[in-house]
């Protein structure tokens, strides 16, 4: 079994606050750390092309090695709130069937800022940025976030947050209709797209998209971390269909499906039943790979985390990873500790 942990890094610490943070996480029964080292506006380590908020990830690596814990480095990839990029490249960003970039008009929140994986600069932006990660010495991974498009149909817990309801899928959350996707899928099918009555129906169509993050993964981003001998993982949703994330065919190392129950209005139970259905998809798909169960700390008391964790396990995960580590209170801890051993 491998546990891992998600963890921000705007907080300023110094290395001995650092040394007692993995000191402590590897104690309780951690294995990797997730650090977030781009949150779609700046980076943690010392990039050549990204607004840099400090060269951290570096100083950490070895630290994170001193504590025996393996560290990854967790990335936004298609969310992109860099003024530079979208004031310079809009036609970068996502549009959808209403037409609106979601560069100008992102979905929900300000931050839904998603790029359109069809295009080659796009391909190129991110190319960059995981080859640059790829190159520090140390590190054990890349992690995958945002790896999707925008969400189509949101979790149900959070539809009223935004005041909404969806019942079917409506174009100002449908994405992408730009000319690129749109040529590229008429090439492949004969189909004009935006002739077609209604999009949501379009099976051929849906499966265009899934196949655009899955070419991303497969053939352009992990084969650069895999060729620098770095693992590639990926956090993903339960609802792939609703985010176009047909991650059960990713040629990656591990997944970590954000089981975060509250979302979806569901009971623990749920946890289990995703693990379940999603090692069994990739299972028909031929292919296996580890499956982390993501926990949301915030929506679990101390004996609920335990419950959650024996559910993952005898589901057939292969540990968990915790959102996040500044959620985690004394006896959140002391729960999981006595849930893993």
Not at 49 to 77: N, Q, S
Not at 97 to 104: F, H, K, L
Not at 256 to 270: G, K, R, T, V
Request: with cysteine; hydrophobic share 40%; net charge negative.
């Amino acid at each position: 079994m491998k546990n891992w942990c998600w963890l921000n890094l705007g907080r300023a610490r110094t290395e001995q606050e650092w040394k007692a943070i993995f000191r402590r996480m590897r104690e309780a029964g951690v294995h990797a750390i997730l650090p977030e080292v781009f949150n779609n506006h700046e980076a943690w380590w010392g990039s050549d092309h990204l607004p840099v908020a400090e060269a951290l990830l570096e100083r950490l690596i070895p630290l994170a090695h001193e504590a025996d814990l393996e560290i990854h480095a967790w990335m936004h990839t298609m969310t992109c709130n860099i003024a530079e990029i979208y004031d310079a490249h809009p036609d970068w960003y996502d549009v959808s069937r209403r037409g609106d970039s979601a560069a100008v008009k992102p979905a929900y929140v300000d931050y839904y800022k998603f790029l359109c994986p069809s295009r080659p600069e796009v391909h190129d932006f991110l190319k960059r940025r995981v080859a640059e990660l790829a190159a520090l010495d140390g590190l054990d991974g890349i992690h995958l976030d945002y790896i999707r498009f925008p969400d189509v149909i949101l979790a149900e817990a959070l539809q009223p947050k935004y005041d909404i309801v969806q019942d079917r899928e409506y174009p100002e959350y449908d994405y992408c209709y730009c000319e690129v996707c749109r040529d590229a899928f008429r090439s492949a099918s004969g189909v004009d797209i935006t002739a077609v009555e209604e999009p949501a129906d379009n099976e051929e169509w849906r499966q265009f998209r899934y196949d655009r993050i899955t070419r991303l993964v497969n053939d352009i981003l992990a084969p650069i971390g895999r060729a620098a001998g770095k693992q590639v993982t990926a956090a993903v949703f339960p609802n792939w269909r609703h985010v176009r994330q047909e991650w059960h065919v990713w040629h990656v190392d591990a997944v970590l499906p954000m089981l975060y129950q509250s979302f979806y209005n569901e009971q623990i139970a749920w946890v289990g039943g995703q693990c379940k259905a999603g090692i069994e998809r990739m299972q028909r798909k031929g292919g296996s790979k580890p499956l982390y169960s993501g926990l949301f700390i915030p929506a679990l008391d101390p004996a609920q985390l335990s419950e959650a964790i024996q559910v993952s396990r005898a589901a057939g995960a292969a540990g968990v990873s915790l959102f996040n580590f500044e959620s985690m209170t004394p006896e959140h801890w002391q729960a999981f500790t006595t849930a893993t051993v």
